[in-house]
């Protein structure tokens, strides 16, 4: 099993900062399939990137991936007051082919 | 648009067996490119896969091993939807089940509303 560990667990910045996300993994994701994903309290997660770097569509361009292999990164340019929420990595193609992050918390400094 | 409508009791008595339902809306549960996924989150475990099935001429089912001996996945087509059945469930299988659509590279695009199930007596 391909095992994503996140860091930090919790990330504290003020609106307009910029927030990096990392994602590690145990084994080399197959194709960079990796993704990130949004999760709001009482929400359904909502999909960010795929591929490691593709935004998905109406994702805001603050929003970025990057990284290959193991070590994989989601940057938010400049905090917006509703990108404070739960970030989770997911990858697809190891056994089980769908694995998650235990997630980063971002909130409000 | 991809809709997906879960529905299925919240409360389910321990060794009972959990049954859940996901309505498709925009795209067919039969068709060859796409896989229909259960994924399940709780604070202990936190988002867990639980399994896919999809149709590639015939069909398929995957499931984790976590649950492996107590899943079911039911693809019905006349009424394009697809449902999770889960026997001898426990306290530890309280959690939010979702069913999920994979869309490009693997990532789950879209997702159900979302199902609280409480396993209690």
């Known amino acids: 099993e391909i095992v994503l560990t996140q860091s930090p667990g919790t990330l504290c910045l003020s609106p307009g900062e910029r927030a990096t996300l990392s994602c590690r993994a145990s084994q080399s994701v197959s194709n960079n399939y990796l993704a990130w994903y949004q999760q709001k309290p009482g929400q359904a997660p909502r999909l960010l990137i795929h591929?490691?770097?593709s935004r998905a569509t109406g994702i805001p361009d603050r929003f970025s991936g990057s990284g290959t292999g193991t070590d994989f990164t989601l940057t938010i340019s400049r905090l917006e007051p509703e990108d404070f929420a739960v970030y989770y990595c997911?990858?697809?193609?190891?056994?089980?082919?769908?694995?998650f992050g235990g997630g980063t918390k971002v909130e409000i400094k | 648009q991809v809709q997906l409508q879960q529905s299925g009791p919240g409360l389910v008595k321990p060794s009972q067996t959990l049954s859940l339902t996901c309505a498709i809306s925009g795209d067919s549960v039969s068709s060859n490119s796409a896989a229909w996924n259960w994924i399940r989150q709780s604070p202990s475990r936190g988002l867990e896969w639980l399994g896919r099935t999809y149709f590639r001429s015939k069909w398929y089912s995957d499931y984790a091993v976590s649950v492996k001996s107590r899943m079911t996945f039911k693809p019905d087509t006349s009424k394009n939807q697809f449902s999770l059945q889960l026997n001898s469930v426990t306290p530890d299988d309280a959690a939010v089940y979702y069913c999920?659509?994979?869309?490009?590279?693997?990532?789950?695009?879209?997702w159900g509303q979302g199902s609280l199930v409480t396993v209690s007596s």
């Open positions: 999920v659509r994979v869309g490009h590279n693997g990532s789950l695009l879209y």
């Open positions: 591929g490691a770097s």
């Open positions: 997911q990858q697809f193609g190891g056994s089980p082919p769908v694995t």
